[in-house]
Nanobody
Framework: QVQLLESGGGLVQAGGSLTLSCAASGLTFSDAAMAWFRQAPGKEREFVASIDGTGIMTLYGNVVEGRFTIARDNAKNMVYLQMNSLKPEDTAAYYC???????????????WGQGTQVTVSS
């Protein structure tokens, strides 16, 4: 059974930084593309970033604007999202997801975590 457990969310002031972590189990981690999505209240879930199994290929959503970095540690079965220059509009629940390939499409990812809340105050 695949399990994805996010951590690292919290309250931060605008302009600050946070690093989200996702611990994966129950899958061959190095074969899985990993992604981060987010969903703000009243809005649709949107793509943030994705990384392939090797960690070489990455894909970012337009919302990132060069402020976020996705990375993974296959030895630890972990994926990270480093978020800098945070804005109030980054406030959302952030979800980790696993799938067969890098994509911005939610449908590609079969496994999802429960999410971690990020709140950015102005």
């Amino acid at each position: 059974q695949v399990q994805l457990l996010e951590s690292g969310g919290g309250l931060v002031q605008a302009g600050g930084s946070l690093t989200l972590s996702c611990a994966a189990s129950g899958l061959t981690f190095s074969d899985a593309a990993m992604a981060w999505f987010r969903q703000a209240p009243g809005k649709e879930r949107e793509f943030v970033a994705s990384i392939d199994g090797t960690g070489i290929m990455t894909l970012y959503g337009n919302v990132v604007e060069g402020r976020f970095t996705i990375a993974r540690d296959n030895a630890k079965n972990m994926v990270y999202l480093q978020m800098n220059s945070l804005k109030p509009e980054d406030t959302a629940a952030y979800y980790c997801a696993a799938g067969p390939r890098v994509s911005y499409r939610q449908q590609v990812y079969q496994n999802w975590g429960q999410g971690t809340q990020v709140t950015v105050s102005s």
